[in-house]
């Protein structure tokens, strides 16, 4: 059996998969940031022997992160649960559960759940991404995750676009991820009508132009960055995540986009809605080990 831990800045997530990949238990609860990184801590391990004590076993435990552990320090790094930055969240885990376990990052997790019994399951490579509050990306090869030497492989959300452009919390500028979050979306709607994405989104499909000039700077920001991914790891397919992957003309327009960039005469690579959708994350965190 595998406990699997979706901790997201908003919600955690503890799942137990048997054998055969499915989810026998599940438990979810709000992820106390407010009261800082001991809570968030105590929140876990609270959850891995709740569901342990359901279940009458002790499992192996994996976690998904917002962020990846440092090779240089330990610690977390890169991870917009601020509180968890620099904090050695591996080694204190394993301490108060009594066994190794798991770590990586969310982006990662998705990609792997989807590689290796969801979407993309018949692929060998496989690229994922979550386009939500941020954008990351993961790299699956044979149902095997390659998260590389310094634990940043697929973060695609950090690579530059627009030189100069919009400033990113990374500390460049004209990042993807100002560009392909849901954020990056509404930037240029006007600041006196707030605005989400998904209501953007609605009125671009009801006809209002403002809308549809945005989403369309959208689709062919999506076009350009993603031809970069492409040209560099040529994967069989790309599998989309998060709340911007509901947008239907990521599939068809960008994709048309993704083609006009890519150095190639035709674009080969398929381009997948994920099927785990929110679970995704934490069945991969759970798959960081193999099934028993």
């Excluded at 959850?47 to 076993?57: A, H, Q």
């Excluded at 990846?68 to 108060?96: F, H, M, W, Y």
């Excluded at 990306?137 to 310094?150: D, E, M, R, S």
């Excluded at 509901?246 to 997948?272: C, M, P, S, W």
Aim: hydrophobic share 35%; net charge neutral; aromatic share 6%.
């Amino acid at each position: 059996m595998r406990i699997g831990i979706d901790l997201g800045g908003t919600k955690t997530e503890g799942v137990v998969l048997d054998g055969s990949g499915d989810t026998i238990l599940r438990r979810r609860r709000m992820t106390p940031v407010s009261d800082g990184y001991d809570a968030i801590v105590d929140s876990v391990v609270d959850i891995v022997f709740g569901l342990e004590s359901e279940l009458g076993r002790r499992c192996r435990v994996g976690i998904g992160t917002p962020g990846a552990i440092s090779a240089r320090t330990g610690g977390l790094k890169n991870s917009n649960t601020v509180c968890l930055n620099g904090k050695p969240i591996k080694q204190d885990l394993e301490r108060r559960l009594g066994r190794e376990i798991r770590v990586e990052n969310d982006a990662n997790c998705f990609t792997l759940s989807e590689a290796i019994d969801g979407a993309a399951r018949r692929f060998a490579v496989v690229f994922g991404t979550i386009m939500g509050t941020g954008v990351g990306g993961g790299i699956v090869c044979n149902k095997t995750l390659h998260a590389g030497p310094q634990h940043i492989a697929g973060e695609w959300g950090h690579n530059v676009l627009i030189p100069n452009g919009r400033s990113c919390y990374c500390g460049k500028q004209g990042c993807v991820e100002t560009y392909l979050s849901g954020a990056g979306l509404v930037h240029d709607w006007p600041a006196d009508s707030p605005i989400t994405a998904q209501q953007l989104i609605a009125k671009a499909d009801a006809g209002d132009h403002r809308a549809q000039q945005l989403v369309n700077g959208f689709l062919r920001h999506f076009g350009q960055a993603l031809a970069m991914v492409i040209n560099i790891l040529d994967p069989d397919a790309v599998v989309l995540g998060g709340g911007l992957s509901n947008i239907d003309h990521l599939y068809t327009t960008g994709a048309k986009h993704v083609q006009r960039h890519v150095f190639n005469d035709e674009l080969r690579t398929t381009f997948l809605r994920n099927q785990h959708g929110d679970s995704s994350g934490v069945r991969g965190a759970a798959q960081l080990w193999p099934a028993e």
